[in-house]
Structures are given as structure tokens and as C-alpha cells.
């Protein structure tokens, strides 16, 4: 059995000491990063793509403020980053002044190490988070804004993080060439920005209550993640505007992850361009969470140290290989939460921590819900990822389960026993009429029990061998535009032809 599960208090303080150690680790880490253009041209005379208008994104680290040379084909800035999630981003517009037309050549950026790349993210994209890519075409006239952002993961192992003062240089380099005829225009629909033109701070929202007119609608930032790299971004409510076609299925957007990817649930298959599906057409099908039910570790989506699979995980990996496999380079590794800290008593042996947070610690469902919301886990065999650098490893695919916390924000709640208001929620985007699962453990009382989203859409448990739907969960990668569509399910946002 695992090491029990750790009160909120008992964390923070954890979390403090981890903190003023990387304080003193790291707290003189100079990096430095260069972002540099080399004009290479035919004509040379009327030939000028340079730089110009640096802007800082609130929330950086102070840094030695990036400076543009005197040549404009170049900008430095350096930047002191302490403990996680401290990040430096700034961007810069690259302009065509000349008239011949220009294509990126190349883009050239410092690699990583493998122990570097376990706590420290190091991106250049285009502001509006999508991929710069060669033959990128910047016409005369035209402008394109480059993001550089450099930040240190919230890293669940601290034995990574490097010990004493470290210094990095990092730089990136832009290769324009003109155009040779091959230069493409680029596809400027990054969803990412779509979904963050009416974002709104979640501060007014009560979690402890279902979403309605009053109590979220619509796309809001979480409150925490403001001056992260990559606020998280998510839908609440009954919003009509997150429906997506990928991969030939229906999707609806449940938020942004920390990277700036997109995560999805499957909602059906189209028809004729429409995702309008209900009931059981919202799932890939009907499967236990885990057949064997008589050991705690059967909350698992993965159990024997992650060396088994659980019932419900061989289904959806085998939809994904069949269904999604040549969508892959599309797809982001993001994590999965099965968390499985623990508390005993109370009445029953265990309650497990997505459970503690919506009903506390007793056994009888209580007429006050302690609503909070995590994303993430304590433990890191409980991250479920295909890269051992930022969770366990143990994922195959890049897909899984929604998880409790994430249908919280998007308007869920648990039922109140003794109380006429069981978190019944018909009008959010969760409902479909049928029960499926949530990758989230429930508790353990001699059966092995999982939440569920139930037929009236409020958070529930259910016996691990029980079954109930399956709707598999990816995540678009941050660099991913939509080629048409407003997000409705009459015209959903195309991601590939």
C-alpha cells in the first residue's frame, strides 16, 4: 500500500522547504538567450526584414530587459529563474520592410539536455502559440510576432533540479532567405487563441456549487495559473462553442494544460459536418473500469506498480491504435491524473484524495460540499504520461480519462445525501443523459470504487466492475491551428482536412 495521503497543510509546507532550497540552488541561475535573424537575399538592396518592438508578458521574472542591437537583426535579454514555475517570456515582431517576398529558411534553437529538459521548458513559436515551420512565407509589408519563452516545470521529482548556481545560454536563430516560390502562407487560426479572445478570471466562481448563468458560462482562466507561462484556460457552463472535428470524430474542449495544448473528450462521430451527438453515440462504448474489484489497487488505471493494465485503459488503447495512430504527430503527452493518496477511517478503511476533496473524510455524504480542484498528483506513478521526464512512463498512447477536479470546472459537482440538491447539472457541457467513467478513485470499502459522471450529469462512485462509458481524452498539441469552423456543433473547428 502507498504512503497515506497528505493534508493540504502538510503539502504547503513540504512545498515551501522544496522551495526555499531550489532558492538557494538556483537563486543566481543566469540564462541568457539571443534571438538573431541572418539575412541571406539575391538582390540585396531592397532586402530588409529585421526586428523591432520588444514587449515583456506580465508576470515574468525580473531580468535584464531584452535589447534589440544596433544592426536590428538581433536581441539579448538575461533572466534569473529560482524555483518552479518562475518563467521569462517576452516577444518580438519580425517585419518584411523591403518588397521582395521572404520564407524562413531554417529556425535554428538550442537543444536541450535530457537532465535540462526534466525541469526547464525552452519554446520559440509564433505568438499565437502555433509552430514556426520552414517556408514560413513573410510577404512585403507583413509582420510576424515571435514568442520566446523560457520557464522551470512544476516539477513533481525535485531530485532533478540541478544543485548550486547553473548557468545556460540559450539562443534561437531565424533564417530568412527570399522567396524561392515555395513559401507558404501560414495558417494564423491558432485555437489556442480562440479559445483565449473572452477568457474572464475565475475568481467569482463558488466550485462548491453546480455552473449556471450566475456561477460560470463561458471560458475563464484558473485563478492560479494567471502568471504561469500557459494560463490554464477551461469551459464551464452550458457554452456551445467548444465543439471540435479531429481525426474524423467530434470532440468537445475541456481546457488548455500548462504547455498551451488543448485537452478533449470524444463526443461521437459527425455527420455531415455536424457533432450534435447525445446518449451512448458520445462514447467509443460500454467497459469496467476494472473487472477485479476485492483490492484497493483496482482503482488503478494502471495497478501491480503500473505493470498491468486496468479493464477500461485496454479499451481505449485499443480504439486509439485502431482510430488515431496516423493523428499521433498532432497529439501532446500530457498527463493524466489517477490519483491514489489515501486516507483511512472515518467509518470505512479508504477514501481516496479526488474523493476527500468534494466530500472530506467521513463516510456518509455530507449537506456541505468541500468542493476544491487540483490538476495534478503527489505521487509520480500516479502521472500518467508516455515520457518518464514529466510523469510515470507508463502510457502507450497519449490518451486517457477525464479526470473528477476537471468536471468540477466544467460546472460538475457531487450529490448532498442529506439534502434535497443532489448536484443534479443538465445544462453544462458534461451532460449526455448516460453515466460514463472519470479516471479518478473513489474509495475502497471492500470494493474498489471509481467516480463516474452519472446519467444527470452530477459526480458519483460506482463499483469498479460496473459498466459504464467510456469517452477517451487527448490533447491537441499547443501549436495546433483549425483550418475553419466557430467551435458550435453546427460548424465545429476542423483541425485536419
Known sequence: ???????????????????????????????????????????????????????????????TAPIIGNDKISVTASVTLSKPLDFYEYSVDVVNEGTLDAKLDTLIKTTLTEEQKKYLNYTITYKDHTEIKQNDLLAPGERETIRIVIEIKDVVDASVLPSGEVTINLSGQLNYVQDDGKGIKRNTNSLYEQIAKETQ?????????????????????????????????????????NNVIFGGFC?????????????????????????????????????????????PKYVGYMYDDNTKDSTIKGVIDEWFANNLIDYLSYLEDTPFYNERDYVEGDGFPIAFAPRVRIWG?????????HTTVKLGALNKEDIFTINSD????????????ITSDEVVLAGGRGEKVFASDKGE???????????????????????????????????????SYYSGGVRPVISLNPNTPFISGEGTSN???????
Open 1 to 63: 500500500m502507498r504512503s497515506k495521503y497528505r493534508s493540504n497543510a502538510k503539502r504547503k509546507m513540504i512545498l515551501f522547504v522544496i522551495l526555499s532550497i531550489l532558492s538557494l540552488g538556483m537563486g543566481f541561475a543566469y540564462l541568457s538567450q539571443s534571438l538573431k535573424i541572418n539575412n541571406r537575399v539575391t538582390i540585396a538592396t531592397i532586402w530588409c526584414v529585421h526586428l523591432e518592438n520588444v514587449v515583456v508578458r506580465d508576470g515574468s521574472v525580473a531580468a
Open 201 to 241: 478570471i475565475d475568481t467569482s466562481i463558488n466550485f462548491g456549487a453546480i455552473s449556471s448563468d450566475t456561477n460560470g458560462l463561458g471560458v475563464y482562466t484558473l485563478e492560479r495559473t494567471v502568471n504561469t507561462a500557459n494560463p490554464v484556460l477551461y469551459y464551464r457552463g452550458a457554452v456551445e462553442n
Open 251 to 295: 470532440w468537445k474542449m475541456i481546457r488548455t494544460t500548462s504547455t498551451g495544448g488543448i485537452k478533449m473528450i470524444y463526443n461521437g462521430r459527425p455527420e455531415s459536418g455536424v457533432c450534435n451527438a447525445t446518449g451512448d453515440a458520445t462514447e467509443i462504448g460500454k467497459s469496467a473500469f476494472n473487472t477485479e474489484n476485492n483490492d
Open 361 to 369: 473524510t467521513g463516510n456518509i455524504l455530507e449537506t456541505v460540499i
Open 390 to 401: 514529466i510523469g510515470n512512463g507508463a502510457l502507450t498512447y497519449p490518451v486517457g480519462l
Open 425 to 463: 447539472n443538465t445544462n453544462y457541457f458534461m451532460y449526455t443523459g448516460e453515466w460514463y467513467w472519470t479516471i479518478s478513485p473513489d474509495r475502497f470499502d471492500g470494493t474498489a470504487r471509481v467516480l463516474n459522471v452519472s446519467d444527470i450529469a452530477w459526480l458519483r462512485n460506482d463499483y
Open 491 to 497: 460548424s465545429p473547428y476542423l483541425i485536419t482536412d
